[in-house]
């Protein structure tokens, strides 16, 4: 089915859509930012209220996370985990922990380094007053 126009599904019949690639996939080909809108557009419609939209990504959150805020139907938390293979004993993040968003996604840059080597999962909820972003959930584990 086309993730652009999954119309043979009612709308609201989804408590939560897992994304491991999709999006990304969308964003590498042609007429990125429109294919990547209408299927955003379309996880929404398809989406209960408060369903839950899980993306993981490596993608950089300065391009997921202006694409997600724009579409002002959830609310977003951002989360960070290290790649398996790169992971240790110190972790610096800890998974049930949002990083605190501002506004800008250059804050997250400061927060994580250049160049991080992580997994992005965002976790939005669909909701009734549109987008917001979570800059209150929680705080970067030491």
Known sequence: MDVKNMSDFESGSFDAVIDKGT????MCGQNSQE???KMLEEVNRILK???????ITYGDPSYRLRLL????????????????EKSSNQNKWELTKPL?????STSLAAL???KPDVHYI??????????????KAGEAAN
């Open 23 to 26: 999006l990304d996939s969308l």
């Open 35 to 37: 294919n990547a809108t």
């Open 49 to 55: 209220e408060n369903g839950v939209y899980m993306l």
């Open 69 to 84: 805020k724009d579409m002002e139907k959830w609310t977003v938390k951002l989360h960070v985990i290290e790649r398996w």
């Open 100 to 104: 605190p968003l501002e506004d800008h």
């Open 112 to 114: 994580l380094g250049p």
């Open 122 to 135: 965002y976790v939005c909820v669909k909701g009734n007053g549109g987008a917001s972003v979570d800059s």
